[in-house]
């Protein structure tokens, strides 16, 4: 298996046995590293908030490009004893698994601060170094085996793949078993069965320190893990931190940590109207992930209290009596109280979160009282999409979970989340789920300008024109009151006498009624007439989008489903313009993130790949020639964009993300790795060719095949989703593990020195890649950036045949 | 005599600090004070005359903590820690404004916060009640208030949402902190003829307020206000 790699003294063992052994080593620390990955992905979207995933990749892939340029400074002294160094990255990477965790917890960093203040951005560098660096070990750790120790690459790669896939398979089950808090044992327990197999490694000397940082390893795990330090912007933190706050129940698994905290100084009421004059019970707020998800008014099901009648979300309970209700996403007892309070028939609430609905109807039945006994109630636990594709029920209304927050949907932290339910094709189905008569409804915080309610009655309008349900504009009622408005929608037009219950509601309860037009409002402001002017385009104005607006109001679709992304950045200099000073809270952070995460791995990269060629006098210039350069970021940039999209659009089908994620990242990886460990057989040119080639077909056809396939399979059992998903991915998947491990045994057999500089290029421009896979599915949609993953594949194989060529001549 | 002016000047100046350290540090704040004022809040639509002045005396940068002090008169929110902010100087302008407080008004404050917002009201009303949730920042701003010299304020930790009954009823009342709806007790102890104002939104960003009226019979109106910058974003 070796062919030639220096040697480390003292090595008795057989070279097939050490070849094995750096193999299973590579393994266990890929798993490690990619359960890291997993983990951080709920770690930091506890302590801050989802928009830090994009991040999280890019420091694995940073940390491991930064480990292909420090491996091409340093060759030199590597490869006097590449077996040592290899045995000591992998002690060390393990530890730093968990050390690396807890010393990020005391860079004091706060994300909100980054757009103004210029001491915020060191404090961002060090805590992004401090969680690169496990990576940043590892990708030593995985590269020696092939820049060095000269094992050949298909093998090692395989390895490499196969162990990110078990890293995947295993965190998922992990994360049912382990509190929050404890998650990072589980990396850590993967490197330390790492670092047992480089212990039992005679060569490379120091086996003292080897025992040292083994024990250190042991000790990590059974030491207690690091207390979470949330951001203090997060509402669990802000709950946790008033007088006479306490938990009261919690729950973790695949869809998120649950917690439920009683405070007396909660008083939750969104929107609640100034005409409620009585008093709101105590509460419990529920937080999933740290963030508030819903309330639970304490013994609310023994009596549903008053104010729950009060808010300008009741409206479509005014407009049909006893109605069969289906609720799309369980807000704590809320929503169904609501119903209770407003005379539902009955209540069927699709929630996919398991650990959410056992966490509400088990562990706080105590506190809430449980359901109004007068309210048969149904929770379902799937996927709002395959609820509706599944379930042939009819309902009277359909109640979307709120769709805009006072806070965080303003700030723009959900822009770039997924939410197919708020589509062109989630409100079909939605639609199509309504008896006579029955309304589909959201709610949520009003804005200004104006952004959901414009953008949910334009999608609702276009859809209505498909199914030739026109005009649109006298199927809906739009109210609000002073912060929140509500949207109602049917297949029918509504009658002049149920518009008057509508204005009667509004006069009641002190509301306006924005649609249909009341003509003009006394006293009403610049907001308001916004609002009209815009609710009032939006039904009866020109279809399709207006590209003259500040904001992004057109309905979007499955194939970029963010419902949240309202910014045009080609508008951000006119907002600056109108707004001068004024213009931070109109920016989408989770967007600036986005192309923050661009912008620091393309600058970074930049950097440091100029490193080795400015300070290396080794051969390095010659070995780093832009065709190697141009090939491995070709990969590194298509690998992830069609990873990274079909774990996107998995979502849909599988339910929800976290199981989108492992399936995607595992099946990828398992099947990239079969495709790597079979690599020697098609590493000729003209076979390779065919692999391009193929890579290309298979990526395209596969992805078309599941968007086509992903409406009849919404309706389909989770083992036949599952199946059908891993089988579209596989073929591409199994072709795209070849690429790297054929053009690496090119460069070994050009003498290897270009080795480290391609692993470099190929993890920074995998960094790259996974910003560039959102930004594609935020404004190209996903068929178009797999096409591009796809046509980056076949400029890769135009290069292939020159990398390692140029070396040798 | 030329030479002694300057000199009476500058030892009233190094007496004045030393007996009031918190002016002492504020000379090199004024001009930074003054150019806020101009930029931020006048030009941006602000031009209550009292409201100018009493946001050109309260030293802003006192109210935040010293990491954040070279950046106290910068147009946007600080941290004031315990995840709480400072608003930036426009919002604390249009707030203060829309309430059209009176020297004989009696003002109450849900979420003293870092207690500049307070400071500015005790300039143009009588008396101010804030109420802060958090010991930590309820210890914070009333020592900086009393360095400072405001006797017209009085601050109790405890629940905002609850107002402030004994001292009830208030001519305005001003919530600083974002909520979710307004708290009946809050309008209980509006004064007839009262004007209450409260944000709407996160922790880092105003982009709407609710003002309420309760005319002379007590009925309660309520409107969406815009800050004057953010009206140019609709077009109007």
Same mark, same amino acid.
């Given at each position: 298996m070796s062919t030639g790699a220096p040697r480390d003294r003292g090595d008795p063992v057989s070279e097939d046995a050490k070849a094995a052994r750096v193999v299973l080593v590579v393994f266990f620390l890929s798993a490690a590293t990619l359960a890291n990955e997993i983990v951080l992905i709920r770690l930091l979207s506890f302590r801050f908030w989802p928009h830090f995933v994009p991040l999280i990749v890019s420091q694995a892939m940073l940390g491991f490009g930064g480990a292909g340029v420090a491996l091409q400074i340093v060759r030199r002294r590597v490869e006097r004893s590449p077996g040592r160094l290899f045995a000591w990255m992998v002690l060390l990477a393990a530890p730093a698994f968990d050390l690396a965790f807890r010393a990020s917890q005391f860079v004091s960093f706060d994300p909100f601060l980054l757009l103004w203040d210029p001491v915020a951005w060191p404090r961002f560098g060090v805590f992004f170094f401090l969680l690169a660096v496990p990576f940043f070990l590892s990708g030593c750790a995985i590269a020696i085996p092939f820049a060095f120790l000269r094992l050949r690459p298909g093998p090692v790669y395989a390895a490499s793949f196969a162990g990110s896939a078990a890293g995947a398979l295993v965190a998922l089950p992990f994360l049912m078993v382990a509190p929050t808090g404890g998650l990072l044992r589980l990396p850590l327990a993967l490197g330390a069965v790492a670092c047992a197999f480089v212990l039992s490694d005679k060569g490379g000397g120091l086996r003292k320190g080897r025992v040292a940082a083994l024990c250190a390893v042991l000790f990590l795990t059974v030491?207690?893990?690091?207390?979470?330090?949330?951001?203090?912007?997060?509402?669990?933190?802000?709950?946790?931190?008033?007088?006479?706050?306490?938990?009261?129940?919690?729950?973790?698994?695949?869809?998120?940590?649950?917690?439920?905290?009683?405070?007396?100084?909660?008083?939750?009421?969104?929107?609640?109207?100034?005409?409620?004059?009585?008093?709101?019970?105590?509460?419990?707020?529920?937080?999933?992930?740290?963030?508030?998800?819903?309330?639970?008014?304490?013994?609310?099901?023994?009596?549903?209290?008053?104010?729950?009648?009060?808010?300008?979300?009741?409206?479509?309970?005014?407009?049909?009596?006893?109605?069969?209700?289906?609720?799309?996403?369980?807000?704590?007892?809320?929503?169904?109280?609501?119903?209770?309070?407003?005379?539902? +028939?009955?209540?069927?609430?699709?929630?996919?979160?398991?650990?959410?609905?056992?966490?509400?109807?088990?562990?706080?039945?105590?506190? +809430?009282?449980?359901?109004?006994?007068?309210?048969?109630?149904?929770?379902?636990?799937?996927?709002?999409?395959?609820?509706?594709?599944?379930?042939?029920?009819?309902?009277?209304?359909?109640?979307?979970?709120?769709?805009?927050?006072?806070?965080?949907?303003?700030?723009?932290?959900?822009?770039?989340?997924?939410?197919?339910?708020?589509?062109?094709?989630?409100?079909?189905?939605?639609?199509?789920?309504?008896?006579e008569g029955g309304l589909l409804a959201f709610s949520g915080w009003l804005k200004a300008p104006p952004r959901e309610n414009v953008k949910i009655l334009r999608t609702i309008r276009a859809e209505l024109s498909v199914a030739r349900l026109v005009p649109a504009a006298d199927r809906v009622a739009a109210i609000h009151g002073w912060g929140t408005f509500s949207v109602v929608a049917r297949r029918t037009p509504f009658h002049p006498a149920e518009i008057d219950r509508v204005r009667r509601f509004c006069s009641d309860y002190g509301y306006s009624m924005v649609w249909p037009a009341a003509g003009a409002v006394a006293g009403g402001g610049a907001e308001e007439r916004a609002l009209r002017e815009a609710v009032s385009d939006a039904m009866t104005g020109p279809p399709g989008e207006r590209g003259t607006e500040l904001f992004d109001l057109s309905p979007v679709t499955d194939d970029s489903p963010y419902f949240h992304r309202f910014l045009r950045l080609r508008t951000l200099p006119e907002f600056k313009r109108l707004l001068g000073s004024q213009w931070i809270p109109f920016v989408e952070w989770g967007i600036v993130f986005l192309v923050l995460s661009l912008g620091v791995s393309l600058v970074l990269a930049a950097m440091l790949l100029l490193l080795p060629a400015a300070f290396v006098r080794d051969g390095t210039g010659k070995a780093a020639t832009i065709s190697v350069a141009g090939y491995f970021s070709a990969l590194g940039l298509a690998y992830m964009l069609v990873e990274l999209t079909f774990l996107k659009a998995g979502i849909l089908v599988l339910g929800d993300t976290i199981r989108a994620a492992g399936l995607a990242i595992g099946g990828f990886s398992f099947f990239s790795g079969i495709g790597s460990a079979v690599s020697g057989r098609w590493e000729s040119e003209r076979a390779m060719k065919r692999v391009f080639a193929g890579i290309a077909v298979c990526v395209v056809v596969g992805f078309v095949i599941f968007s086509a396939a992903a409406s009849p399979l919404l309706a389909r059992g989770w083992g036949m989703r599952t199946a059908a998903f891993v089988a579209t991915l596989a073929p591409a998947a199994f072709l795209m593990g070849i690429p790297f491990p054929a053009a690496i045994s090119r460069l070994a057999a050009a003498g290897g020195s270009a080795i480290p500089f391609a692993w470099a290029v190929n993890g920074f421009f995998s960094v790259a890649g996974a910003s560039l896979a959102s930004i594609g599915a935020l404004w190209l949609g996903f068929r178009w950036t797999v096409v591009i993953g796809a046509v980056l594949y076949v400029m890769a194989g135009l290069l292939f045949q020159r990398v390692g060529r140029e070396i040798r001549s | 005599m030329k030479i002694a002016i300057p000199l009476i000047t500058i030892a009233a100046a190094v007496l004045s600090a030393a007996l009031h350290p918190a002016l002492a540090t504020d000379e090199p704040y004024l001009q930074k004070r003054a150019a806020m004022v101009r930029d931020q809040i006048e030009r941006e639509?602000?031009? $209550?005359?009292?409201?100018?002045?009493?946001?050109? $005396?309260?030293?802003?940068?006192?109210?935040?903590?010293?990491?954040?002090?070279?950046?106290?008169?910068?147009?946007?929110?600080?941290?004031?820690?315990?995840?709480?902010?400072?608003?930036?100087?426009?919002?604390?302008?249009?707030?203060?404004?829309?309430?059209?407080?009176?020297?004989?008004?009696?003002?109450?404050?849900?979420?003293?916060?870092?207690?500049?917002?307070?400071?500015?009201?005790?300039?143009?009303?009588?008396?101010?009640?804030?109420?802060?949730?958090?010991?930590?920042?309820?210890?914070?701003?009333?020592?900086?208030?009393? $360095?400072?010299?405001?006797?017209?304020?009085?601050?109790?930790?405890?629940?905002?949402?609850?107002?402030?009954?004994?001292?009830?009823?208030? $001519?305005?009342?001003?919530?600083?902190?974002?909520? =979710?709806?307004?708290?009946?007790?809050?309008?209980?102890?509006?004064?007839?003829? =009262?004007?209450?104002?409260?944000?709407?939104?996160?922790?880092?960003?105003?982009?709407?307020?609710?003002?309420?009226?309760?005319?002379?019979?007590?009925?309660?109106?309520?409107?969406?206000?815009?800050?004057?910058?953010?009206?140019?974003?609709?077009?109007?």
């Open positions: 030491i207690p893990p690091a207390d979470l330090k949330l951001s203090p912007y997060k509402d669990l933190a802000a709950v946790r931190n008033l007088p006479g706050a306490r938990e009261i129940a919690s729950r973790f698994g695949i869809s998120g940590d649950y917690r439920a905290v009683f405070a007396p100084g909660v008083h939750s009421a969104p929107g609640l109207s100034i005409r409620f004059a009585g008093e709101i019970p105590p509460q419990a707020t529920l937080f999933a992930d740290g963030e508030q998800r819903g309330i639970v008014p304490k013994d609310g099901g023994r009596k549903p209290p008053a104010y729950l009648g009060y808010f300008p979300a009741v409206l479509p309970y005014r407009l049909f009596e006893h109605p069969r209700v289906l609720q799309l996403g369980l807000r704590g007892t809320e929503g169904v109280l609501t119903a209770a309070a407003n005379f539902a +028939s009955s209540v069927t609430v699709v929630e996919p979160a398991q650990e959410l609905v056992r966490l509400v109807r088990e562990d706080l039945s105590g506190f +809430s009282g449980g359901w109004p006994r007068s309210l048969p109630v149904e929770i379902r636990e799937e996927g709002a999409r395959n609820f509706l594709a599944r379930d042939r029920r009819i309902f009277d209304i359909i109640e979307a979970a709120d769709i805009s927050s006072a806070t965080f949907s303003s700030l723009g932290v959900h822009a770039t989340g997924e939410t197919f339910l708020l589509t062109r094709e989630g409100i079909r189905a939605a639609l199509a789920r309504l008896g | 639509g602000v031009t $209550d005359s009292r409201v100018l002045a009493a946001m050109r $005396d309260v030293p802003r940068h006192l109210f935040v903590s010293p990491e954040y002090r070279s950046k106290a008169y910068e147009p946007y929110p600080l941290p004031i820690g315990e995840g709480q902010t400072i608003s930036q100087p426009y919002v604390v302008g249009f707030m203060t404004q829309i309430l059209r407080l009176k020297e004989t008004d009696r003002v109450l404050e849900v979420g003293t916060g870092s207690g500049y917002q307070a400071a500015v009201a005790a300039k143009l009303a009588a008396e101010v009640y804030s109420v802060e949730i958090l010991e930590s920042l309820a210890v914070r701003s009333r020592r900086t208030l009393s $360095d400072l010299g405001f006797r017209n304020v009085v601050l109790r930790q405890g629940d905002g949402y609850y107002g402030w009954e004994e001292k009830a009823p208030f $001519d305005a009342i001003i919530v600083t902190c974002a909520g =979710g709806h307004v708290p009946p007790p809050l309008l209980r102890q509006l004064r007839n003829g =009262g004007r209450m104002i409260m944000p709407v939104g996160g922790p880092f960003m105003t982009q709407n307020l609710v003002f309420i009226e309760k005319d002379a019979q007590g009925a309660i109106t309520h409107r969406n206000v815009l800050p004057v910058a953010f009206v140019r974003l609709l077009g109007h």
